[in-house]
């Protein structure tokens, strides 16, 4: 199939270089030359591991453009994967959506029949708006095209998108019509039946079957991508709540989380106490609900908790660093781990960028270390922020006369530091463990000041 894909961000890189390996013809738009150049000399705009090695190997498979326009005419699927940044009042901003339309109207032939998806999260009720787009511009232009909208949510974990590409729990569609259904069944038959070649870069997955394909009107569709996330930002706030009473009553929270995680209702999955979350979904998904609620007056209070307790959690942090360091004023705190995860650089709503900013509020001086994340970190700070943030090329240089350590994102490297040597370099041995990655009685042994995240 002839396939086009606006935007070549996490979404639409992503799925353009899993649908040109299961044997599509694929073409990216975006307007951003910058990456465009990237993208044209094999390398990848954005750090996601195995997007490189397999934007090598795709050859005439998958090229580039930002035409739009000229693009569409033999298409037949159009995905629009481009940004719904997050207005003031927390909906999602639809503009570069729509604009898309439009132009992907512009550019069709009359007597063609063309699939439109809606990759992008949206509000409820976009997929409507898209096709309305699309009509009132084929009618001005006097175009008479078949066009079919469907709704095609992603359900990517950044730093495991490829994965989560070629073997996704489950496919889901929002259409109108079963004509669309099935051209998307068509366009995903490998990966619903399998019978794709797996990258090496991705392995075969072995556990689990084939993934369902499920077919549902638009608006149950996009409110499916909303509650997932919701739903996953729940847990976490949940179980930072039950670590925060952990820590009141002399729990261990992680023997909490096993215990209740093997049940199968509830699963052990997004069960890990920490800084909380971050990152591009689950802040702007969940507020984009609360948006929809409030426009239909409808409330939404275990929503509102989940984003209420992330919040507190960050500030809980500070306050154990506070506690324990008699104050943060005129202290070096060395902060590991800017990026909202491991295998990301994505710092945007950063819980450990959240807890630097704090410091640096209440006067501490911090050193921050990344493994990638730095130059988007330095972006992301104003000036008089970055004046208190010293950047540095390793752990060991962050933790050089530092009055505390907070490891705030679980990098692999940082699953191995070396305890006694990050002691002989700290000036106070506070260690404060964001992520609950060691056992306390490893860093103890050391001869550091454990503090975890309700233990």
Known sequence: MQIVIVGAGYVGLTTAVLLAHIGHHVTGVDIDRRKLELLRRGKSPIHEPGVEAMLARLGDRLSFTEDLKASVGEADVIMIAVGTPEKADGEADTRSVEAAARTIAEGMVSGRAYTVVVKSTVPIGTNRR???????????????????VASNPEFLREGMALYDSFY????????????????????????????????DVVPRREEGGLPPFITTDPVSAELIKYAANAFLALKISFINEIAGLAEKVGADV????????????IGPRYLAAGLGWGGSCFPKDTAALLAVGREHRYEMPIVEAARRVNELQRERVVEKLQSALKGVRGR???????????NTDDVRESPSLAVLRRLVALGAHVRAHDPIAVPHAERALTEAERAEVTFVSDPYAAADGADALLLATEWA???????????????????????NVYAPEAVRAAGLLYLGVGR
């Open 130 to 148: 898209v096709a309305h787009v699309i009509r009132r511009t084929l009618e001005a232009r006097g175009t008479e095209a078949t066009v079919w």
């Open 168 to 199: 996704p729990d489950r496919i889901i569609v929002g259409v109108d019509d079963p004509e669309a259904a099935e051209v998307l069944r068509r366009m995903y038959r490998p990966l619903l039946e399998r019978t794709f070649e797996p990258p």
């Open 254 to 265: 992680i023997e909490v989380a096993r215990g209740i995680g093997l049940d199968s209702r």
């Open 332 to 342: 070096t705190v060395a902060v590991l781990g800017l990026a909202f995860k491991p």
């Open 413 to 435: 490297e940082y699953r191995r530091l070396d305890l006694p040597r990050l002691r002989g370099l700290m000036r106070t041995p506070v260690f404060l463990d964001g992520r």
